[in-house]
């Protein structure tokens, strides 16, 4: 999905209208301004965005409709199995002779152990499997069990097992007038990785539909590159990091831009206490109808005035569990963000979200499940410096 939205514009306008023009039944927390004589309905505002919402929403439709058109093709031809490479083969050469737009087909059911990592240097080349399993082995020292060097590589049905970066995705070595990125389908990455995906330096524009992350050694998804689309996946959890964290490039310091997420859910209840979605460093998060069962966190700690995160919208999305002795989110310093019509458990001890100085959260139309006899905290008590706009929260019986 090349289209992301592009939230800073609107936001402005949101917190701009919310903050000059205060119509009748909002409530504020932080900074406030005196409420001007001709109210503009909230609504009109949030109407704006909803718009471009439903568009992405449409449009990931029908690519994930075409996407799993293509892998029922490939399964089609892998029934057969005539042309499927044998699992006695050694897959790392030849993924490493692989030629531009050539399609690797792999049993189903199989169980592959090349001698060393998969390197694919070549564009468009597709790995397509159905249920089989690849044992990844990275060089001595090395950490990578399938590099992609390349641009426009495909995989599907392949369950990638071993102590290993899964795949590591660097993009192609060589500047392309256009990019199609990588797409990766129907896998599974396996307990024993130590992350499935990495985005590095050039591994922008990837895609990742319909895939299973177990609960692996650190990150399922670590993210460091532009744009990147999460749909239909499934985060057990991490044993000592966090299903998907995003954070500045080591090699390059470069701020990925353009993370979208739709219809995913992340868990995590790891001993350390760590964070089930965390976007350190990003902006233009995009959350929709994903399911939050552990805290999330966008931004840096640190007290500087760089922004670290930006541009998050949360929509229909829904926090499960409370967070013992803290937020089930918190917006670091100088995020701005915007939470719309998202479900959380309410909290006698502490409020939802945290709020940091120089962070602007905008939340309408969020849903507090009570138990019945609690006096719950507020959705949000900003820190000195810190501003939340609130409108539209219902309290419902748990």
């Given at each position: 999905?090349?289209?992301?939205?592009?939230?800073?514009?609107?936001?402005?306008?949101?917190?701009?209208?919310?903050?000059?023009?205060?119509?009748?039944?909002?409530?504020?927390?932080?900074?406030?301004?005196?409420?001007?004589?001709?109210?503009?309905?909230?609504?009109?505002?949030?109407?704006?965005?909803?718009?471009?919402?439903?568009?992405?929403?449409?449009?990931?439709?029908?690519?994930?409709?075409?996407?799993?058109?293509?892998?029922?093709?490939?399964?089609?031809?892998?029934?057969?199995?005539?042309?499927?490479?044998?699992?006695?083969?050694?897959?790392?050469?030849?993924?490493?002779?692989?030629?531009?737009?050539?399609?690797?087909?792999?049993?189903?059911?199989?169980?592959?152990?090349?001698?060393?990592?998969?390197?694919?240097?070549?564009?468009?080349?597709?790995?397509?499997?159905?249920?089989?399993?690849?044992?990844?082995?990275?060089?001595?020292?090395?950490?990578?069990?399938?590099?992609?060097?390349?641009?426009?590589?495909?995989?599907?049905?392949?369950?990638?097992?071993?102590?290993?970066?899964?795949?590591?995705?660097?993009?192609?070595?060589?500047?392309?007038?256009?990019?199609?990125?990588?797409?990766?389908?129907?896998?599974?990455?396996?307990?024993?990785?130590?992350?499935?995906?990495?985005?590095?330096?050039?591994?922008?524009?990837?895609?990742?539909?319909?895939?299973?992350?177990?609960?692996?050694?650190?990150?399922?998804?670590?993210?460091?590159?532009?744009?990147?689309?999460?749909?239909?996946?499934?985060?057990?959890?991490?044993?000592?990091?966090?299903?998907?964290?995003?954070?500045?490039?080591?090699?390059?310091?470069?701020?990925?831009?353009?993370?979208?997420?739709?219809?995913?859910?992340?868990?995590?209840?790891?001993?350390?206490?760590?964070?089930?979605?965390?976007?350190?460093?990003?902006?233009?998060?995009?959350?929709?109808?994903?399911?939050?069962?552990?805290?999330?966190?966008?931004?840096?700690?640190?007290?500087?005035?760089?922004?670290?995160?930006?541009?998050?919208?949360?929509?229909?999305?829904?926090?499960?569990?409370?967070?013992?002795?803290?937020?089930?989110?918190?917006?670091?310093?100088?995020?701005?963000?915007?939470?719309?019509?998202?479900?959380?458990?309410a909290s006698a001890t502490d409020p939802a979200f945290s709020v940091n100085p120089g962070t602007v959260v905008t939340a309408s139309a969020n849903t507090m499940l009570v138990p019945i006899g609690m006096?719950?905290?507020?959705?949000?008590?900003?820190?000195?410096?810190?501003?939340?706009?609130?409108?539209?929260?219902?309290?419902?019986?748990?």
């Open positions: 999905m090349k289209s992301h939205l592009r939230l800073w514009p609107l936001f402005l306008s949101i917190v701009i209208v919310v903050a000059l023009i205060w119509p009748e039944g909002y409530h504020v927390y932080g900074q406030t301004t005196q409420p001007a004589t001709q109210p503009v309905p909230f609504a009109s505002q949030l109407g704006a965005y909803g718009a471009q919402i439903d568009n992405l929403l449409a449009s990931n439709a029908s690519q994930l409709a075409n996407a799993r058109a293509q892998v029922a093709y490939l399964q089609a031809q892998l029934a057969a199995a005539d042309q499927a490479i044998d699992p006695s083969q050694d897959l790392a050469p030849i993924a490493a002779s692989a030629k531009a737009g050539q399609t690797i087909l792999l049993k189903p059911n199989a169980t592959y152990t090349p001698s060393g990592p998969l390197l694919c240097n070549a564009d468009n080349v597709t790995f397509a499997g159905r249920n089989t399993t690849i044992i990844l082995k990275p060089v001595a020292g090395g950490s990578t069990g399938v590099g992609v060097h390349s641009d426009g590589c495909r995989f599907s049905g392949i369950n990638f097992v071993g102590p290993v970066v899964a795949l590591h995705i660097w993009g192609p070595t060589v500047v392309h007038t256009t990019y199609a990125g990588t797409v990766i389908r129907d896998c599974v990455f396996d307990s024993t990785n130590q992350v499935g995906i990495q985005t590095d330096v050039g591994g922008d524009d990837v895609e990742v539909d319909d895939c299973t992350f177990q609960i692996t050694q650190a990150q399922g998804i670590y993210a460091t590159a532009d744009n990147l689309t999460v749909t239909n996946c499934t985060f057990a959890g991490s044993v000592g990091e966090h299903p998907f964290r995003a954070e500045l490039n080591g090699s390059t310091g470069h701020r990925p831009v353009n993370l979208s997420f739709l219809n995913c859910s992340f868990t995590n209840h790891n001993a350390l206490g760590k964070e089930c979605f965390t976007a350190r460093e990003a902006i233009d998060v995009v959350c929709i109808h994903c399911t939050f069962d552990g805290w999330t966190r966008f931004g840096q700690g640190y007290v500087d005035t760089i922004v670290h995160c930006d541009q998050v919208l949360l929509r229909d999305c829904t926090w499960k569990t409370l967070r013992p002795g803290g937020a089930l989110s918190q917006f670091e310093r100088n995020c701005g963000a915007i939470v719309d019509h998202c479900t959380m458990p006096n719950p905290k507020p959705l949000a008590v900003p820190a000195a410096g810190g501003t939340f706009y609130e409108v539209g929260t219902i309290r419902k019986a748990a």
